[in-house]
């Protein structure tokens, strides 16, 4: 585990502002199955800065899916305590194996705070994790680049009115979905007129909607 403390506001960063009461804040993040296998039995690195405006010393933990991407269940595989920190700070830890279950089922990762109360403010940014021993610079990855992953979850598409029946629209997805994918309706009226979805089976929604796919 190595340390280094960070100067200045860190511009790819997610902040978590406290409540009273609040006893424990954490964040977290999933890794596929498709992106995990590669590496069963391999080092893994995970490195970037947290901020905290108090002196806390915080924890991770890594959790296997109970299935492949499936998470009503997780298992405990990996932990390990962060040295004690304050302000901006940069932080990275090996495991030097990553768990074979967690590798084929996919798993998550994430960073435990110390309570979190009223006038608190906690964050992470620039969080990366990576095959080998030792953590690398940060991947700025092109923006584009950025939202067609984003887009293997979740888009967003306007509808289309339609004054006769029957009548029909097509959409095309920006990028193949992660899953099989299913729509939300998002807003818009009856219009006396109703629509099926092709990809997703007889899934009734108005027409002259604004519709959302998800595939999580």
């Keep these: 585990i190595s ?19 609040n006893t424990a804040a954490s964040i977290w993040q999933r890794v596929e199955s498709t ?12 490195s970037g ?8 010393t915080p924890s991770f933990n890594v959790y296997a899916g109970n299935a ?33 279950t967690a590798a084929l089922n996919g798993f998550q990762i994430g960073i435990n705070f110390t309570a979190t109360g009223a006038g608190v403010t906690r964050g992470v940014g620039q969080l990366q994790l990576e095959e080998g021993l030792y953590a690398t610079k940060f991947e700025q990855r092109p923006i584009g680049l950025e939202m067609s992953l984003c887009q293997r979850y979740y888009e967003q598409v306007a509808g289309t009115s339609i004054s006769t029946r029957p009548g029909y629209t097509f959409y095309n997805y920006m990028v193949t979905k992660r899953v099989l994918p299913s729509l939300t309706l ?16 007889a899934l009734r929604c108005p027409a002259g909607v604004l519709a959302t796919s998800t595939s999580d």
Excluded: C
């Design 3 to 21: 340390i280094t403390t960070f100067g200045t506001s860190n511009s790819n960063a997610l902040i978590v502002t406290g409540a009273a009461g």
């Design 35 to 46: 992106s995990s296998r590669p590496l069963s039995g391999k080092p893994v690195t995970f």
């Design 49 to 56: 800065w947290i901020y905290s405006s108090t002196t806390i």
């Design 68 to 100: 492949v991407d499936v998470y009503t269940a997780k298992t405990g595989v990996h932990s390990g305590s962060l040295p004690s920190m304050s302000g901006w700070t940069y932080f990275s830890v090996t495991i030097p194996e990553l768990n074979t």
């Design 186 to 201: 998002i807003s818009g009226g009856m219009g006396g007129a109703d629509y099926q979805s092709f990809s997703t089976g």
